[in-house]
Structure formats: C-alpha cells, structure tokens
C-alpha cells in the first residue's frame, strides 16, 4: 500500500511560517510596490445611476457600445457628462438636463453604483444619453482607431 506522511501542526506552523517570510522577502527585495493599475489600462469609465447589481444589457457594435437598462425612478430629461478626472482619465456620469445629480431608487449618493471600464478606443466626450419606454439608453462611439 502507499505511505503517507502526516506532519503535526508544529511542523505544519513552522513550514508556513519559513514559506511566508520567503515570499516577503522576494517582495521587498524588488523595491517597487505596484500601488495601483496604470491608468491607460482602463482610462475611460461609465457610471450609470443605478445600483451596481442592476441588469444592464451591454451591445457592441462596430462604431459605439450601447449600454441599456431600466430606467425606475429616472427622469426623461437625462443626457451624459464626461468628466476629465486626471489628464487622459475620464468618467462619464448620467445627469439630469438641469445638471443635477440622478440617482435611481432613492439610495444615498456614496452607494456602489454601477459602471463599466471602457476600452481606450472609446470617444467619452461623444457619449449620449436618453430615456425612452421606460428604458435608459447610452451610447459610447468609438474612435476610428477602434478595433
């Protein structure tokens, strides 16, 4: 029959423990930390006024990507804002055509809401929005260096 070898807990403790201040070691002896992705990963995003579980239909097409969703408790006057967060970082937000801020289903303004990393051949500051039928429209148009 096969032999297996049990370790007891102390030697279990000690062998993670050896492994562990391994790993930490080949991490500081690198000198650079990688704090946060660089920003022309995902340098555009959208964020919709809906909560981020929300069923949001996503469509590509060659020229635009087309975002719907339901529109419960949006107003009809809504159309979208990029905002340049950083140079060549830009978020675009859905507001209300008198610039107020759109938040559907009456949660507090910090909630998880809804987004969506665009790729950089998208063209934020082209982005438009309506409402029709009770649905949420919103359409990102590529850019001619598009895939």
Same mark, same amino acid.
């Given at each position: 029959?096969f032999?297996?070898k049990?370790?007891?807990?102390?030697?279990?403790?000690?062998?993670?423990r050896s492994q562990s201040?391994?790993?930490?070691?080949?991490?500081s002896?690198?000198?650079?930390?990688?704090?946060?992705?660089?920003h022309h990963?995902?340098?555009?995003?959208?964020?919709?006024?809906?909560?981020?579980d929300?069923?949001?239909?996503?469509?590509?097409?060659?020229?635009?990507f087309l &975002?719907?969703a339901? +529109?419960?408790?949006i %107003?009809?006057?809504?159309? $979208?804002?990029?905002?340049?967060i950083l140079p060549?970082? /830009?978020k675009?937000?859905?507001k209300?055509?008198?610039?107020?801020?759109l938040?559907?289903?009456?949660?507090f303004?910090?909630?998880?809401?809804?987004r &969506?990393?665009?790729p +950089?051949?998208?063209? %934020?500051a082209?982005?438009? $929005?309506?409402c029709?039928?009770g649905?949420l429209?919103? /359409?990102?148009?590529?850019?001619?260096a598009g895939?």
């Open positions: 029959m032999g297996m049990v370790l007891s807990s102390a030697k279990k403790r000690n062998m993670l201040s391994v790993v930490s070691s080949s991490a002896s690198h000198g650079r930390k990688l704090w946060r992705l660089p990963v995902f340098a555009n995003v959208l964020e919709l006024p809906l909560r981020s929300a069923e949001v239909s996503v469509e590509e097409t060659p020229t635009s &975002f719907v339901a +529109a419960n408790g %107003p009809n006057g809504v159309r $979208a804002h990029a905002i340049e060549e970082m /830009t675009i937000v859905i209300g055509t008198d610039g107020g801020e938040v559907a289903g009456q949660f303004i910090g909630a998880d809401l809804w &969506f990393r665009l +950089a051949w998208t063209w %934020p082209m982005a438009t $929005a309506y029709s039928g649905k429209v919103v /359409t990102v148009p590529k850019t001619t895939k």
